[in-house]
T-cell receptor, first 113, second 114 residues
Framework: AQSVTQLGSHVSVSEGALVLLRCNYSSSVPPYLFWYVQYPNQGLQLLLKYTTGATLVKGINGFEAEFKKSETSFHLTKPSAHMSDAAEYFCAVSDSGNTPLVFGKGTRLSVIA | NAGVMQNPRHLVRRRGQEARLRCSPMKGHSHVYWYRQLPEEGLKFMVYLQKENIIDESGMPKERFSAEFPKEGPSILRIQQVVRGDSAAYFC????????????FGSGTQLSVL
C-alpha cells in the first residue's frame, strides 16, 4: 500500500524567499506523484504531476518538483515566494494508475511580507 | 465547461439525522471519488465509483455510510444517523479516465453535526 509523508505541517517563508515543501512516499511499484494546492474554502487544484519520463516536473505558478527514486522523495520548490502562494499544499501518490490517490496530511505555507 | 459541482456547500444536521451530499462530475467524466478532510489529517479516501458501479470502497466506514453514482444524475454520499465525529469537509473529485489520473475537485461540502 502506498503512503505519503509531508515533513512539516506548517512552513513560513518571507516574500521572495525560496519555497521548499518536502514529500516522501512509499510505493511498491513505480508511483504516480502529484502536488495539489488548496486555497481557503476551495477544493484542490493540481499544481503538477509526475508519471514517467523527465524527473524534474514543472507546474503552474512557477512551482516545480523533482522525483528522486533513490530518496523516495518528490519535494516541491519555487525560487521566489509570492503572497498569493499562501495556501495548503498536498502531496499525493498513486499506484501507477491502479489505485485512487493517497494524500499526505498537507503543509500550510505562510508567506510573510 | 463547468467544474465539479457539489451541493450543498454547508450542511447542518442534528445527531441521528441523515445527511445527503451531492456531486455532479465534470462533463464527460465517468469516474467519481469521495474524500473526507479533517483538520490536521489531510484528505482520506472514502470511495471510488464509476457509473452505476462501486469500484473501491476500502475507505468507507462499514456502517451508516453509502455512496451511489446512478446512470442519470449526480453521485450521492449518504450518511445515516449522523454523529458529531462525522463533522468534516467532504470533497468529491472526478476524472475522465480512472484511478491515478488527474483529479478535478469540487469545492466541498462542510458537514456540521450538532
Amino acid at each position: 500500500a502506498q503512503s505519503v509523508t509531508q515533513l512539516g505541517s506548517h512552513v513560513s517563508v518571507s516574500e521572495g524567499a525560496l519555497v521548499l515543501l518536502r514529500c516522501n512516499y512509499s510505493s511498491s511499484v513505480p508511483p504516480y506523484l502529484f502536488w495539489y494546492v488548496q486555497y481557503p474554502n476551495q477544493g484542490l487544484q493540481l499544481l503538477l504531476k509526475y508519471t514517467t519520463g523527465a524527473t524534474l516536473v514543472k507546474g503552474i505558478n512557477g512551482f516545480e518538483a523533482e522525483f528522486k527514486k533513490s530518496e523516495t522523495s518528490f519535494h516541491l520548490t519555487k525560487p521566489s515566494a509570492h503572497m498569493s502562494d499562501a495556501a495548503e499544499y498536498f502531496c499525493a501518490v498513486s499506484d501507477s494508475g491502479n489505485t485512487p490517490l493517497v494524500f499526505g496530511k498537507g503543509t500550510r505555507l505562510s508567506v510573510i511580507a | 465547461n463547468a467544474g465539479v459541482m457539489q451541493n450543498p456547500r454547508h450542511l447542518v444536521r442534528r445527531r441521528g439525522q441523515e445527511a445527503r451530499l451531492r456531486c455532479s462530475p465534470m462533463k464527460g467524466h465517468s469516474h467519481v471519488y469521495w474524500y473526507r478532510q479533517l483538520p490536521e489529517e489531510g484528505l482520506k479516501f472514502m470511495v471510488y465509483l464509476q457509473k452505476e458501479n462501486i469500484i473501491d470502497e476500502s475507505g468507507m466506514p462499514k456502517e451508516r455510510f453509502s455512496a451511489e453514482f446512478p446512470k442519470e444524475g449526480p453521485s450521492i454520499l449518504r450518511i445515516q444517523q449522523v454523529v458529531r465525529g462525522d463533522s468534516a469537509a467532504y470533497f468529491c473529485a472526478s476524472s475522465p479516465l480512472g484511478a491515478g489520473e488527474k483529479l478535478f475537485f469540487g469545492s466541498g461540502t462542510q458537514l456540521s453535526v450538532l
